[in-house]
């Protein structure tokens, strides 16, 4: 519970940060600490330097860009639930947001962090994907913008280059005829999904012009139900046609058997938050 | 004349038996200036931390101490070898085993103390367990306990082989510990031969840790001058360390002190001595310093003291009508490697054989076989009284499997079987004397205040809807307060305990005890009792436990022993006080002891109003005007040795909604009624309540340590271990009833366990019942939505994807 000896540094800007990413090998952004500290108490990690982001300014904020929300990198959980930004403009974030850890990791922990880490059980990576999200990321070649889709490749391995940093997250604002959805199940509070899965979803009238369904902790990583999306675009929706999406939400799991459950039941409550979180999507979407 | 109100009124201002006092000990807690063992810091204090054995079954084959040697800041690294010439490499057990101290050529768990290095501070102490290097001959794992006596079964205890004759039977396998039976068997088969109706139920009582806030950990400080050894740890029996101590390492009793501080929770988990305590004594004799050993979460969870574990098979027989005939119970515990139980030395299986509950069985049998397994030790009473929880839940499982056979609602039968109230003192058919009850009251009041029938019915509509509803029902009766020193000794120790009290000069006091609290608020009702007994505001009683230098000689607090033996000694000594201060105030008053009457807080001189004096009076003049040839002074000790254990019950019922999606259970209504006889402090009795069914429900839903077939323990953290906070926790209600215990000096029985131990078969009952209608007699626990959810499917009950 104790971890090995690391060198501390703090980084006065996004170019220092990269700089001192640079100048230190193996080091380790720190974030909110919330996934990483745990990891090196219990001595899976070993990074001799640490390299602290928290005091960067221009990391933290949430504002209004025309039709966009920029989200700093170093923006909290609690600041998520707290901003009226998103409340009124991006509820999907502020359910999800609510749903993660506990009070004191939703104060220090990071949507940045979040997103970037690399376990499966995270629930932004998911968000991200069912929001069509755009990431901007700084490296020591300058900015680029990455869609979130095709960013996450596998457990702790994603599209994140050396001695790059995650500078912002872009979202669409939530507009008429759009609905968000957002169900978990946990064993407890403090505890990452069973399952979960986020929903955004655009209706023409009755009709699903587009429909994302993204899955936490079913595989290695944040995926798309593709399949299911499939057997509800383009139609108006009804519980037949959820059930059918159901099961190829149940196909696209392949999750790791642990204490939370064997692949059977993980790809099941898959399925049954996929079914919620529709279901409440086109509620909102329907106004 | 009396007049009442003044009465009531210094009645009030004592704060004695009733009164629902506010906790003495809050103050300091919610300030944050409790004082835990960790927060003791001593001069020159040094750190012990363990390197563990990653290993469930393992030769070890070296060990090197170099690097770890060569880190500065490390002073030793001690291993068995080290620990050999001083015969402290291993140690007895509380059960009549021996345990490793540390890793003797073999690990029998994972995690199991291999060495320990004793660094500056906890940091370089951490790093340097990394760099011992042990090398590990892996061996056959043993994890299932069922397989531990079959012939081609690896062997652990090497130490052991050819040993037959084992503490308490004879052991017919090498990997087994005892036999211990109680009751008839042969009367009991042939009931079951001929009986209306046999049922038979197999059920496993998992294996789950008590897991309080606080971990395990102590410092210990020689002083080389003085040859004098002080000890704090987090004890629940700091008087019983003190002997075991002073046998182990020779120091006289008189020169060693055990101080338990403040405790941060025990639930049985600190009743153990562990190899962390032994390492950090003999770090300090040997260094000449103090040295600190603190255990983290993983470790508590990995290797300190583990409850239950019991694969138990309930049977009855019965009549038609439900009434039971017979009872047989057969038990398979798993002790891990070493048989470190805590329980009263005559009894292996703790007190398992009060497992005919509640219920009036003319016969039984209980057979017991204890074995080894790659598993860590333990096998304590988890906020219960020696194995109660266990007997609770055989008796309360089965009774119900008994009523879902006869189509006999679970009420019924219980009303039909229950122990009447004309028939108390009752004898069990295994042995005990259930001192006082009234069920059927009890029971009653708890259907009526939740208006069973009406639910029963809900219960039907919503079958009918194809929903998930189930009621629980538990009507248990615990055993606590061992106990009568005839048949309990830890030791040879008898299990009697203490209270010493004394009276200044101007009527305040301070009292001590041999038991120690550990969140029961002892600080609060040990004065609540006194100032009843002695007429003086508990406001003006301190209480001290735990410090042995201080404290007379106690077994401690666990099995909800304090109320009743400790609370009872407290009672006995304070009426010693009052005795002799009456003699005191006759003698101011000039009058035969025969003629004053004790009134509240004063001596009064019957019949003559007026002439009175107060306790604090007549505590004055004990110091400087007593009658002629008594000695001065005003205090007593009492060492309490209970005739009998206290018998305390309650009637739960718990009603659950299951969602068959998720398999996720919501507990709608938990009713919970206990009897405990008299009621001290109503408002800490209530705490206990909540305290004990939140820990019941973490039990039933959601707490096991799962291994795989390495021996690796699955779930060693809190992301894991189910430690329920107030999101989970359902509402609870309470009632009570009160049925004085005939042999307790205040009729008092003991509650803080009663809540655990009742609340647990009654969740099962609950969970259980929703699926009754489907030909479900049992599930196992924890009844997680994933294990609740696999029921719900492998019945085709959730919707089909
Ligand atoms: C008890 C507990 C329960 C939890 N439950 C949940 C849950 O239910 N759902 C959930 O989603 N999460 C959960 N978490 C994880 C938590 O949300 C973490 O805070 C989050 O995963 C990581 O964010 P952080 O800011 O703490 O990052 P850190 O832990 O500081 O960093 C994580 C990783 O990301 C890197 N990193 C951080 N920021 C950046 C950046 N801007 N650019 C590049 N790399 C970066 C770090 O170098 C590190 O490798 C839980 C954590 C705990 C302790």
New binding site residues.
């Given amino acids: 519970m104790i971890p090995a000896q690391f060198e501390y540094h703090k980084a006065t800007s996004i170019q220092d940060a990269i700089a001192q990413l640079g100048a230190h090998e193996e080091s380790?952004?720190?974030?909110?600490?919330?996934?990483?500290?745990?990891m090196m108490k219990l001595r899976f990690a070993e990074p001799p330097h640490l390299i602290d982001?928290n005091g960067i300014e221009e990391?933290r904020g949430i504002r209004l860009d025309g039709d966009t929300i920029c989200i700093g990198?170093?923006t909290?959980?609690n600041e998520l639930i707290q901003s009226e930004i998103l409340q009124q403009h991006c509820p999907l974030l502020v359910e999800a947001a609510r749903?993660?850890?506990?009070p004191q990791?939703?104060n220090?922990?990071?949507?940045?962090?979040?997103v970037?880490?690399?376990?499966p059980?995270?629930?932004?990576p998911a968000v991200m994907l069912a929001l069509d999200a755009t990431l901007v990321?700084h490296g020591p070649d300058g900015e680029r913008q990455t869609p979130a889709n095709g960013f996450f490749l596998g457990t702790y391995w994603n599209d994140?280059q050396e001695h790059?940093?995650?500078?912002e997250l872009r979202v669409p604002v939530i507009k008429k005829g759009v609905g968000h959805g957002y169900h978990?199940l946990?064993r407890k509070t403090?505890?990452?999904?069973v399952a979960a899965s986020p929903v955004v979803v655009e209706l023409d009238g009755d009709v699903c012009r587009d429909i994302r369904i993204a899955l936490t902790n079913v595989a290695p990583m944040a995926i798309r139900a593709e399949a299911a999306e499939a057997i509800l675009r383009g139609k108006a929706i009804d519980e037949a046609l959820i059930d059918q999406a159901a099961r190829e939400v149940v196909a696209a799991c392949e999750p790791a058997e642990d204490l939370r459950g064997d692949a059977l039941y993980k790809s099941n409550m898959a399925a049954e938050m996929a079914r919620r979180s529709i279901r409440a999507a086109l509620q909102q979407a329907r106004g | 004349m009396d007049n009442p109100t003044e009465q009531q009124d210094r009645e009030d201002t004592l704060k004695g038996v009733g009164c629902s006092r506010r906790r003495k000990e809050d103050a300091r807690f919610v300030q944050g200036t409790g004082r835990y063992t960790d927060d003791i810091k001593l001069p020159g204090m040094l750190f012990a931390d363990m390197v563990r054995s990653p290993y469930a079954h393992a030769r070890i084959k070296s060990i090197n101490k170099e690097k770890a040697l060569a880190l500065p800041g490390v002073h030793a690294v001690l291993t068995a070898d080290d620990l050999k010439p001083l015969n402290l490499h291993w140690m007895p057990t509380l059960a009549g085993d021996v345990q490793a101290v540390l890793a003797d050529e073999k690990v029998h768990f994972q995690y199991q103390e291999v060495a320990v290095v004793i660094a500056d501070d906890r940091y370089i102490a951490a790093d340097a367990t990394e760099l011992v290097e042990v090398e590990y001959e892996e061996l056959e794992v043993l994890v299932d306990p069922h397989r531990a006596m079959d012939a081609d079964a690896p062997i652990l205890r090497e130490d052991l082989v050819g040993k037959m004759d084992g503490a308490h039977s004879v052991r017919v396998h090498d990997n087994h510990i005892f036999n211990w039976q109680a009751g008839e068997k042969d009367a009991t088969d042939r009931v079951f031969e001929q009986a209306e109706v046999t049922v038979k139920q197999d059920m496993y009582y998992p294996r789950v840790h008590p897991c309080p806030m606080e971990t395990c950990g102590c410092v210990a400080s020689y002083d080389k001058i003085n040859e004098h050894l002080t000890v704090h740890l987090t004890s629940q029996a700091p008087h019983v360390v003190r002997t075991v101590v002073s046998m182990l390492s020779g120091i006289p009793e008189s020169r060693v002190r055990i101080v338990s501080p403040d405790i941060g929770g025990g639930f049985g988990n600190k009743v153990g001595i562990y190899p962390g305590y032994v390492v950090s004594i003999v770090a300090s004799i040997v260094l000449g310093v103090p040295v600190k050993w603190v255990e983290d979460r993983m470790e508590n969870i990995s290797t300190t003291a583990f409850a239950r574990d019991y694969h138990m098979t309930g049977e009855i027989a019965a009549d038609s009508e439900g009434r039971i005939k017979a009872l047989r119970v057969n038990v398979l515990a798993d002790h891990g490697a070493f048989d470190a139980c805590a329980d009263p030395s005559k009894f292996p299986a703790g007190l398992m054989h009060i497992c005919t509950g509640s219920y009036d069985i003319p016969v039984a049998h209980l057979n017991v076989d204890g074995v080894y397994t790659n598993k860590a030790p333990g096998g304590v009473a988890y906020r219960c009284s020696f194995r109660v929880t266990e007997a609770v839940y055989v008796i309360e499982r089965t009774i119900d499997v008994l009523a879902q056979k006869l189509g006999i609602d679970k009420a019924e039968i219980r009303r039909r079987n229950f122990v009447k109230v004309e028939q108390f003192p009752y004898k069990t058919c295994l042995g005990w004397e259930l001192d006082s009850g009234d069920y059927h009251t009890a029971l009653e009041k708890v259907l009526n205040a939740v208006d069973y029938e009406s639910l029963r019915r809900e219960q039907q509509e919503k079958r009918a809807q194809g929903e998930l509803m189930g009621i629980g029902l538990c009507t248990f009766t615990e055993i606590v307060g061992a106990g009568p020193s005839r048949n309990c000794d830890i030791l040879g120790v008898g299990m009697f305990d203490s209270a010493e009290i004394r009276v200044h000069p101007t009527g305040s006091i301070i009292a001590r005890m041999g038991t120690i609290t550990q969140g029961q608020g002892h600080q609060t009702t040990y004065a609540q009792i006194i100032a009843s007994e002695l007429g003086i505001s508990s406001d003006d009683i301190s209480i001290e436990e735990g410090d042995t230098d201080t404290a007379p000689y106690g077994l401690g607090t666990y099995g909800s022993r304090s109320t009743p033996v400790g609370g009872a000694a407290t009672a006995v000594a304070a009426r010693k006080i009052r005795a002799k201060a009456q003699k005191i105030a006759a003698h101011l008053l000039e009058v035969s002891e025969n003629d004053i009457e004790w009134d509240i807080d004063r001596f009064k001189v019957k019949g003559v109003p007026g002439q009175e004096k107060t306790m604090k009076e007549v505590a004055w003049a004990a110091y400087n005007n007593v009658p002629e040839g008594m000695e001065p002074g005003l205090e007593a000790v009492d060492y309490y040795d209970p005739p009998n254990f206290t018998y305390p019950f309650g009637i739960y019922l718990c009603v659950v909604d299951i969602d068959k999606s998720t398999g996720e259970t919501s507990v709608r209504r938990f009713y919970a009624l206990d009897d405990c006889g008299t009621r001290i402090n109503p408002m800490i009795i209530e705490g206990q309540i909540h305290g004990g069914l939140t820990e019941g429900f973490a039990v039933a839903m959601g707490q096991e340590m799962p291994f795989d077939e390495q021996g690796n323990l699955l779930g060693n953290t809190l992301?894991d271990y189910f430690v329920p906070t107030f999101v989970e926790t359902p509402h609870w209600e309470t009632d009570y009833t009160v049925t004085p215990s005939p042999h307790h000096p205040l009729g008092a029985k003991g509650v803080a366990e009663s809540p655990h131990v009742g609340s647990i078969p009654c969740f099962t009952s609950a969970i259980v019942d929703a699926f009754s209608h489907l030909d479900v007699t049992h599930m196992n626990m924890p009844h997680s939505a994933y294990r609740v959810w696999q029921k719900v499917h492998e019945l085709g009950l959730d919707s089909p994807v």
């Fill in positions: 380790k952004l720190l974030a909110g600490g919330h996934s990483l500290l745990p982001i990391l990198a170093m909290t959980e749903l993660v850890a506990d990791v939703r220090r922990g990071t949507i940045g962090g979040d970037v880490h690399g376990d059980g995270n629930d932004h990321l994140l790059e940093i995650l500078v978990k946990k403090g505890d990452y999904a | 992301m």
